[in-house]
């Protein structure tokens, strides 16, 4: 006879303590918890943070497409593969900022190009400039494991970022740079087509979304890029520098969310 299903409330509990294992919670039980590929995709969602006004702009029950948004070009394998290796061949090549005289490696992107679910960071540190692949540093290993906590792998997502090189010393983009870089991004997404962008920290969101709002404001509240569903929610770089509780809790209400929004279609 077959194991009854696990009720609604234990199957939240095992995500949310897988998630706060990932996140390295250390009072968490030392036995192993279930492989994340037993954990059924919808989670219910936790409320959301208490706001004295909600933004204007948050997405309440975002349509599939924006009404004013045109629907996306359908593109044949051949075609979408054609451009997408023109794309990268533009971007290994690019000298349009002063970025490039400085560069190990151009970091363009990695993952599934069928992804439904893309992870959008600002730009990449020593360790990715030196590998060529975004995300591999200690920012990269958290967000390894919250991509893990959701019941995904890394390589059924797509990763990358807004810059494809590293500013020196991992310091903040300047508008110059996102103006030169941020076409590539744009391309990258409108050949992807994900379901959902994840936004990690301010640049990318505010470069996405054309917004000056912080993170801290942002995070948690639906967004709309030309038709596609962005979650916005703090960079992993930041978790590690402030390593609280309620940080740790506001990025998992978000990819409560997103796991949710996926699992529904």
């Given amino acids: ?3 009854a299903p ?7 509990l095992l995500a949310r303590l897988r998630f706060e294992r990932a ?3 250390e009072c968490l039980p030392a036995a192993p918890l279930a492989p994340a590929s037993a954990l059924p995709v919808q989670v219910p969602a936790a409320p959301p943070p208490a706001r004295t006004a909600p933004l204007a702009t948050t997405v309440q029950a975002a349509p599939s497409r924006a009404p004013d948004s045109p629907a996306p070009a359908v593109l044949d394998a051949a075609e979408r593969a054609r451009r997408w290796s023109a794309l990268e061949a533009r971007a290994l090549g690019c000298i349009k900022c002063a970025l490039h005289q400085t560069r190990t490696n151009v970091v363009f992107g990695e993952g599934s190009r069928d992804a439904r679910l893309v992870f959008v960071g600002e ?3 020593a360790d990715e400039d030196a590998s060529g692949r975004p995300f591999v540093g200690k920012a990269g290993q958290l967000l390894d494991k919250i991509i893990g906590a959701m019941g995904l792998k890394r390589e059924e ?3 990358c970022n807004v810059l494809k090189c590293r500013p020196p010393g991992n310091r903040t ?7 030169a870089c941020s076409p590539f991004l744009e391309e990258q997404l409108e050949l992807l087509s994900p379901k959902v962008i994840v936004t990690l920290g301010s640049p990318a969101t505010q470069t996405l979304l054309k917004t000056t709002d912080g993170i801290t404001r942002l995070r948690g509240h639906w967004r709309l890029y030309k038709g596609i569903r962005v979650m916005p929610t703090y960079h992993p770089a930041f978790v590690l520098r402030q390593y609280t509780k309620e940080t740790r809790q506001a990025v998992w209400e978000d990819m409560q969310q997103v796991i949710k929004f996926l699992s529904e279609g």
């Fill in 1 to 3: 006879m077959s194991a």
């Fill in 123 to 125: 730009g990449p540190g």
């Fill in 23 to 25: 996140m390295g919670l």
């Fill in 157 to 159: 997502v797509y990763i």
């Fill in 173 to 179: 983009p300047n508008p110059q740079e996102i103006g």
């Fill in 6 to 12: 696990e009720p609604p409330l234990a199957q939240a």
